[in-house]
Every structure is written in structure tokens, then in C-alpha cells.
């Protein structure tokens, strides 16, 4: 089951969102504000970068929120500009334990007698439906690219995949990649290109 | 130069185009539980940490719940020295033996008491002299 179930819903949060944080010390005050805004500038982008290497949303979820944590517990009084490949380093750690783990529960319930069928994974109907409404040319264009490039980007390699991700999605540069990735700055290079060109190589120009 | 350093190609561009796409289509329950997510550690950061001396508090127990366990597995592996013990519940069932042993109790009656105490007394002599 996800770690999400056991969060509170945002109605009976707490007024003070930042908990024990002492607020009338201004420093804490101001690093909690950082923080709050370098976790809301990232949070979609890890969450896609979780969800093309786990291809699971809960699963994703899980990785961005314990990424978020570690980063905040462990890391919150390194400067600001080392959050952001810090936070990518933990959350790829933290996709790689998942994907371990789940290669376990894979093996133990290859050999279980009786398995299962999980609900919870069959595909809502009345979510797959398709939409009634019309779409625009424009919209429907971007949306089969948005679906093409998601399927590309789902059968590369893992470190093609993260490289990619975080130089074309988030952002970073040969230097933060590395530091994110735990690799030299050439191995990003290498993976970062042989990417594009599986992908060029799928998708051809992609029109959008 | 490094493919990384060319410039962005119109490829790169299309993409990075199409994955600001896919941000904007993440659903609003995600980005509810993304949000959620995101108060919850830091309200953890603010949450003062356990500090390694509080383990302290818990050493008492800790010592005396391992002294049980060292006493505990000191009795249950001593060896008992010399002959082992004989139980009660073996004597008894020697008894019954004797008991149903219909030809232990004929040479019972004919024992004759004097005789063998005469006799071991005499052997005891002869060793001691």
C-alpha cells in the first residue's frame, strides 16, 4: 500500500504547515520558505522522471515524497544551488531501491501458489473512456506527441532515460546531471546522446 | 565538441516542448497528493530529530531484558556434572517392572538376607586386610 495513505488530508493539516519549525526565528522561517519553493519548482518534474522509471504512479509518488524528506532532513543547510542535483541523486536512489524491491516481490510471488488478481491495477473504464467533447487539431497533435515520447522514453535504458529527463525536462546542465546521476560528466554526455538518437531514431522529427 | 554542447537541436526542442506538455496533463489529484507530500516533509524537517543520547533512556531495559536472556540461556546449556540425575518418575517405573516381574519376585522368596550380608562382609575383609 502507498505511504500516501497515511498522510493527512489537507483539511486537517495543521495551520502552522512547517510543523515544530520555529517560526519567529527568521532564518528558519526563510529556509523553510527556499525550501517550500525549490520542493514546488521540482516536484512535477520528479514526479515524471519517477513515474518513466517505475511506470507506476503510487510508486512514483512514494519516491518524490521520500526524496522530499531526505532532502529536507539531511540536506536542507547545504547551499540552494546543490539542492537541486542533491534531490535528483536521492531520488534516483530512491527509484533504484524500488525497482529492487519489486524485482523481489516479483520473484516471491512468481513461485506463491495462489496469486491474486489485484484490483487496484485493472484500468478504471469510465477513465479510459474517451473524452465526448471535441479536441482541437493543435491539442490532439500535442497529445500523440506527449503519448509517443512517453512510450520512446519508457523503453530506454534506465541511465539513457534519467539522462535525458534530467538535461531535457529539468533542465540541468553536463555538470548538475553528473552530480544527480553519480556518473562522470562524459558518461552523461554518452548516455544523453545515445538517447536522443534512440529517440530521433523512434519518433523522427517530432512535430509539435 | 561534445553532442552535449551542440547546440539544441529542433528534436530537442520539439521535445522539451512536448514534456512541458506532459507536465500540465499531470491530473489534479497528483498534484493534491504531490502537494500534500511536500508540506508533510517539511513538517518533518521542523520536527525536532531524535537525539542519539534519548537512546540512552532506553539502556535499563535494554540491560536488563539481555541479563534475562544471558541467564536464561546459561541454564538451559549447563551440563550437570558427575552422574546424571536419576528422575523419580524412572525409580518408579523400575518398581513397576520389578512388580510385574513374575520371576524377580519367586527369587525373592528365596532370599536369603544373612547369607548375602555374611558374604559381602567377608569381601570387604579380604580387600581391606
Redesign the interface.
Known amino acids: 500500500m502507498s505511504e500516501f495513505a497515511t498522510l493527512a488530508s489537507p483539511y486537517s493539516m495543521p495551520a502552522a504547515l512547517h510543523g515544530d519549525v520555529d517560526l519567529t526565528d527568521p532564518e528558519a522561517q526563510t529556509r523553510s520558505r527556499a525550501l517550500n519553493q525549490f520542493l514546488a519548482g521540482v516536484e512535477l518534474k520528479a514526479f515524471k522522471i519517477a513515474q518513466a522509471a517505475l511506470r507506476h504512479e503510487d510508486d512514483a509518488l512514494d519516491a518524490v515524497q521520500d526524496a522530499m524528506l531526505q532532502l529536507v532532513r539531511a540536506y536542507a543547510d547545504r547551499p540552494a544551488e546543490e539542492w537541486k542535483p542533491l534531490f535528483y541523486r536521492i531520488l534516483e536512489n530512491r527509484i533504484r531501491d524500488l525497482q529492487r524491491r519489486r524485482t523481489v516481490r516479483g520473484r516471491v510471488i512468481a513461485w506463491l501458489p495462489f496469486r491474486g488478481d489485484d484490483d487496484d491495477d485493472e484500468p478504471d473504464p469510465i477513465a479510459q473512456a474517451p473524452s465526448p467533447e471535441p479536441q482541437p487539431p493543435r491539442r490532439l497533435e500535442l497529445d500523440q506527441a506527449v503519448t509517443a515520447l512517453e512510450k520512446a522514453l519508457g523503453e530506454l535504458p534506465r541511465r539513457q532515460q534519467q539522462a535525458f529527463l534530467l538535461r531535457a525536462l529539468e533542465g540541468l546542465d553536463v555538470a548538475e546531471t553528473a552530480a544527480a546521476m553519480g556518473c562522470s560528466q562524459g558518461s552523461v554526455k554518452t548516455h544523453y546522446f545515445r538517447a536522443l538518437q534512440a529517440l530521433r531514431a523512434q519518433l523522427g522529427e517530432l512535430y509539435v | 565538441m561534445?553532442?552535449?554542447?551542440e547546440p539544441v537541436?529542433?528534436?530537442?526542442r520539439?521535445?522539451?516542448?512536448?514534456?512541458?506538455?506532459?507536465?500540465s496533463?499531470?491530473d489534479g489529484r497528483?498534484?493534491?497528493?504531490?502537494?500534500?507530500?511536500?508540506?508533510?516533509?517539511?513538517?518533518?524537517?521542523?520536527?525536532?530529530?531524535p537525539a542519539w543520547w534519548r537512546s540512552l533512556t532506553l539502556m535499563p531495559t535494554a540491560g536488563a531484558a539481555t541479563a534475562a536472556l544471558l541467564v536464561a540461556a546459561v541454564l538451559w546449556h549447563r551440563q550437570p556434572s558427575g552422574e546424571p540425575p536419576v528422575l523419580e518418575s524412572q525409580h518408579a517405573a523400575e518398581d513397576m517392572d520389578l512388580l510385574a516381574d513374575s520371576e524377580a519376585l519367586e527369587l525373592l522368596d528365596g532370599w536369603d538376607g544373612p547369607f548375602y550380608e555374611w558374604a559381602t562382609a567377608q569381601t570387604d575383609n579380604v580387600e581391606s586386610g
Not at chain 2, 537541436?9 to 530537442?12: C, D, G, K, Y
Open positions: 561534445s553532442p552535449v554542447n537541436t529542433e528534436f530537442e520539439n521535445a522539451r516542448v512536448v514534456l512541458e506538455e506532459s507536465l496533463r499531470i497528483t498534484r493534491s497528493r504531490l502537494n500534500q507530500a511536500r508540506h508533510a516533509a517539511l513538517a518533518a524537517a521542523g520536527a525536532p530529530r
